[in-house]
């Protein structure tokens, strides 16, 4: 007989019980007669508080609390890929299809697909010593994923039987281990307690670069597999639209997109355009590689506390099998509010604007399961967590900022007056920083170019310097600048325009490969050196500024195809034929003169 | 035979206590009856046998032991058929227009559920309101939940009651339109101004109002809204009407949740509220939308003021972060005359990417759109220039974007009560701005679009 507990005192999402003895914290318990799902939080004698995972509108007083006899945990197995879960990983489309267009309570633990049968590729053989993490089957799962099928962690032994390749569905045994005369049968899927980090081999260091083909993100400010990124905006600024982004066109094998408190049409969005959208790399629909975990900002919060262990805990488990896989949550400020509700409740100290104590141990417990590493059954995979912050009143001294950024390792700060100037994406070049740069110095040198990274130095320089001068424009105006200074203006601005915006609904911008990037990046410092030399040249700034040329320039992100490769050299052409004309006609001009 | 209990322990501001009660449901709707009156009230809390209950209509009058409670078990539920078009209800939907009671076999529970993000579909279909700084700039989606940010003493109301009325004429299917209203703790004259509005743009059959003044009680305004959403829901999904929703106004209604909050003693975050503000507002917001399975849709338009004119202030903050977008009154526009005040710059309609341009609107608009609110932008640090340096100072470009900024506020902003702009008016007009400016300014427009539509 399991245990059983009785409700004494109900207060939103937390609810406590009586009769509480032979239960664990962090066990997932059901209930009520609508059997809902919670999870014990503490036990203080035989008084047992929990948090509730769906609406606890309705119930009574005195209805009973069951336990399930272990914490809670999510299921990982084939038919994780491509589907939409809530944030205890209960699947939004099967709620769909049995007649649920609102969600309601009561609808039990239900996880990916155990009907349905998977064509199962058997590599181990009888006799076979396999460890923890060691990959016993394949399943294609869907154009871009081979699930591999590990082992659990805590289990080995040699293989004593196994199944023939073909059919089957996740509870069928797929093979037998025997260890020390226990017997441990293994199936297709395996569960893990998503409050608990997965184990791997050790960890490595982060040198490789997390490509998006957002350009200020990969020149500027770029982001590491294995990383970690927040992403603090204001409302409007363009967090979700950024994160959209690098859901799309980063090149990890597995997108991980918790939506944590936001708006439900998002999700929508997602489920409705990725489906469309193809992988720039392998021409397959990018929702064959993405994950979505919606807990959107009307469902229960206490889901909201564990959908991003349930996010992260699924891209542990594709780590393992060495894939590389990005985890997006917009936005981690709602789980800290979430935090912040249930703590309310329980009644506990509040401390920075009401949020509990434990909230920057509690972040940085969950960006530390991001990292390259190397896993159980040797091979290399990686977690880099991207999370966007929603500071209240777009205020970056407030507690969830703070404490991510100091764990962070970059952070893509999003800034109102951009945004309101329409320059997306908003990233504020000057706030801004990424702590991925030193390591990542020799990737650019060998992927994209030995100068790659000279080039950015030199094109922030040129922002910084405009950065000044600004502050001296907005008091005099630009007249009054000499020649010398007025060209850095310009240039910031073709920066600006041309290479920071970047249009995310434009075909040819929304994307941009990194050996693109550069070209655009030489072109206009090309247009720079000639320039900034005509200056010092005594040419007024009136002839160095050819309208055309400008504007060609700035409008190379939308020319620029892989149809139309001889574009940059065009322009480069361009630029040296103008500014040699310029110079000899000066030069002439001058020797007139004398 | 339901219990009723006699003896109340506490009496205090909304709320009241007893003891010794059993079987108490979370949420449950209870039954007040004293001497001469009946009082409903919710159940807010439950610690063994005491319960916590937030009485609608208020504790004043309420005496301990002269009271008989009882408890009915379940949610606030209201009755609802189609003949709610065109009644008037108040803040927990009793009709107040004294044309009777609405009967109907079935009962619709007020917090509704949330959303299957699967069953939604996304909002595409663009609603034109014949003003041209929202059609232009700030397109309204069928579907969306965009809320008007103000201030005391701004002409919000005027602005949404115009977009009522003239949205509902472009509408093809004018036969399944209809409005819910919502208000929440607002004025006598305000409420009355809608009213008029109604009846003159000859909606009032069209219109399910719930209203809940000022000097009603305040625990009502919590459920005014809910009540409200729930007849929207009911409209929208079950007799599959385009339902446009107008809340005003959200901030009375999160400071009647802030006294109940700090009623019940809970830890406040920002300026009092309390932190579950944002999941609070969010089961309102997020009852706008469209399914995949219905025909009908929901549009919400809530209406907030926001205190001393902030937007960081923690409603209008909380509300940008869930709603899609925000259409943003500006009072140094209005004190220059212009009429709508919508200050585009700290507007926004995030649905407006999917809804226009070429099937939707035109095909230009999207690039027009963009260039419009670049040069815009521009104009604010021109203007703060000529205010250091004089306007006669500036650059001949810079000179251009000053009478830019004049026109876009004086002929594309500035717009009458009654005028309603179409699209492609909307649209010329902004080519028409746009050609005030040198050409090679215009770098956000596809240069074919520049050709085919500047007329310089």
Not at chain 1, 155 to 181: D, F, M, P, Q
Not at chain 2, 364 to 372: C, E, I, L, M, R
Not at chain 2, 447 to 453: D, G, I, N, Q, T
Request: aromatic content about 8%; glycine content about 8%; hydrophobic content about 40%.
């Amino acid at each position: 007989m399991a245990n059983q507990g009785k409700i004494i005192n109900i207060n939103g999402p937390v609810v406590k019980a009586v009769n509480m003895e032979g239960f664990m914290v962090r066990e997932m318990v059901m209930v009520g007669k609508k059997k809902l799902i919670g999870e014990i939080i503490s036990l203080e004698k035989d008084l047992g508080t929990i948090q509730v995972y769906e609406e606890t509108s309705g119930l009574r007083m005195g209805e009973e609390v069951e336990g399930t006899g272990m914490p809670l945990s999510v299921k990982l197995g084939p038919g994780i890929i491509g589907n939409i879960f809530d944030g205890i990983e209960r699947p939004l489309s099967k709620i769909y299809d049995s007649g649920h267009k609102f969600i309601p309570e009561g609808i039990g633990l239900i996880s990916i697909d155990e009907s349905k049968k998977w064509d199962v590729q058997i590599l181990a053989k009888p006799g076979d010593m396999l460890d923890s993490g060691d990959v016993f089957a394949v399943v294609q799962e869907t154009s871009m994923v081979a699930h591999k099928i590990m082992v659990p962690p805590g289990i080995k032994g040699r293989v004593t039987e196994v199944a023939e390749s073909g059919s089957y569905n996740i509870h069928e045994t797929l093979a037998v281990l025997e260890n020390e005369g226990k017997k441990h049968e293994l199936k297709m899927y395996q569960e893990w307690p998503v409050r608990k980090p997965r184990p791997v081999a050790r960890r490595m260091p982060i040198e490789k670069l997390l490509v998006t083909g957002q350009r200020v993100i990969d020149t500027f400010f770029p982001l590491a597999k294995g990383g970690t990124a927040a992403i603090p905006g204001g409302f409007g600024t363009g967090k979700t639209i950024t994160q959209h982004q690098l859901a799309k066109w980063s090149d990890a094998d597995i997108i991980v997109y918790i939506g944590c408190g936001e708006r439900g049409n998002e999700m929508t969005e997602v489920l409705e355009d990725f489906p469309k959208l193809k992988d720039p790399r392998t021409g397959n629909p990018l929702m064959d590689r993405t994950v979505l975990i919606a807990n959107t900002s009307n469902m229960p919060v206490a889901a909201r506390e564990a959908s991003i262990y349930t996010g992260i805990t699924i891209a542990e488990y594709f780590r393992d099998m060495g894939y590389n896989v990005a985890i997006m949550a917009d936005s981690t400020s709602r789980w800290a509010e979430a935090l912040r509700e249930i703590a309310g409740r329980l009644e506990e100290m509040p401390a920075e604007e009401g949020y509990p104590a434990y909230l920057a141990s509690r972040l940085a417990a969950f960006y530390e399961r991001a990292g390259y590493v190397k896993n159980l059954n040797g091979t290399e995979g990686s977690i880099t967590v991207i999370g966007a912050v929603s500071p209240a009143g777009g205020d970056f001294s407030e507690p969830v900022t703070q404490s991510t950024k100091r764990i962070v390792g970059a952070f893509l700060a999003l800034d109102r007056e951009l945004a309101y100037a329409r320059h997306f994406p908003s990233i504020n070049w000057l706030s801004s920083y990424s702590g991925y740069v030193p390591m990542l110095g020799d990737w650019f040198k060998e992927n994209v170019a030995p100068d790659m990274m000279a080039l950015r130095v030199k094109m922030l320089r040129i922002l910084q310097e405009e950065n000044k001068l600004m502050d001296i424009v907005k008091l005099v105006g630009e007249d009054v600048l000499p020649d010398d200074q007025r060209v850095i203006l310009e240039i910031s601005r073709i920066i600006k325009m041309g290479y920071l915006q970047q249009n995310a609904y434009h075909p040819q911008d929304s994307y941009v490969p990194l050996s693109r990037q550069y070209q655009m990046l030489k072109v206009i410092e090309r247009l720079y050196d000639r320039a900034y030399s005509c200056v010092k040249k005594g040419i007024p700034l009136s002839k160095i500024k050819d309208e055309k040329l400008f504007s060609d320039i700035i409008m190379m992100k939308y020319n620029a195809s892989d149809e139309k490769p001889g574009l940059f050299q065009e322009l480069t052409e361009r630029i040296d034929r103008y500014y040699d004309g310029l110079e000899s006609m000066y030069k002439e001009g001058a020797a007139d003169e004398s | 035979m339901k219990v009723k209990y006699l003896k109340l322990d506490k009496a205090e501001g909304p709320l009241i206590v007893m003891n010794e009660v059993e079987g108490a449901v979370y949420d449950e709707i209870v039954d007040i009856e004293m001497p001469g009156e009946r009082r409903m009230g919710k159940v807010v809390q439950i610690d063994r046998d005491r319960v916590i209950i937030q009485v609608f209509q208020g504790t004043s009058g309420i005496s301990l032991d002269d009271v008989s409670v009882s408890f009915t078990g379940k949610p606030m539920e209201i009755p609802l058929s189609r003949e709610i078009l065109g009644r008037v209800f108040n803040g927990i939907a009793v009709p107040i227009d004294g044309a009777g009671q609405i009967y109907s076999s079935k009962y619709y529970n007020i917090n509704g559920r949330p959303m299957n993000p699967v069953a939604r579909l996304y909002p595409r279909n663009y609603i034109q309101t014949g003003i041209s700084s929202i059609d232009g700039l700030i397109t309204l989606i069928r579907g969306q939940k965009l809320p008007i940010f103000s201030g005391d003493g701004l002409p919000h109301n005027q602005v949404a009651a115009q977009i009522v009325r003239q949205a509902r004429i472009s509408d093809e299917e004018a036969g399944k339109f209809a409005v819910v209203f919502a208000a929440m703790g607002i004025k006598h004259d305000e409420a009355d101004f809608f009213r008029k509005v109604f009846e003159e743009a000859g909606v009032m059959d069209r219109v399910v109002m719930f209203i809940n003044l000022a000097d009603d009680p305040v625990v009502e305004r919590i459920i005014t809204p809910r009540c409200a959403l729930t007849a929207a829901e009911y409209l929208a999904f079950e007799c599959d009407m385009h339902v446009l929703v107008i809340m005003t106004d959200i901030t009375s209604y999160c400071e009647a949740l802030r006294e109940i909050s700090s009623a019940r003693e809970e830890v406040p975050s920002r300026k009092g509220y309390p932190g579950y503000l944002y999941s609070d507002l969010a089961s309102l917001y997020e009852r706008a939308g469209m399914l995949k399975d219905s025909k009908g849709s929901i549009t919400q338009i809530p209406i907030l003021t926001m205190p001393n004119d902030d937007i960081t202030h923690p409603v209008p903050d909380l509300t940008g972060y869930i709603t899609e977008g925000q259409i943003v009154l500006n009072r140094s526009l209005y004190q220059m005359g212009i009429y709508p005040p919508i200050n585009v710059l700290p507007s926004l309609s995030r649905l407006m990417k999917d809804g226009i341009g070429k099937e939707y609107t035109r095909e230009d608009h999207p690039d027009v759109a963009n260039q419009v609110f670049s040069a815009y932008s521009r104009v604010q640090e021109i203007r703060a220039l000529a205010q250091v340096i004089g306007e006669d100072e500036l650059s001949e470009t810079d000179k251009k974007y000053m009478e830019f900024g004049r026109q876009f506020e004086e002929r594309f902003t500035k717009q009458d009560f009654e005028e309603d702009r179409d699209i492609y008016k909307t649209l010329d007009l902004m080519w028409e701005l746009l050609a005030i400016l040198p050409e090679e300014e215009l770098t956000r427009i596809d240069p074919s679009l520049v050709k085919k539509y500047l007329r310089k």
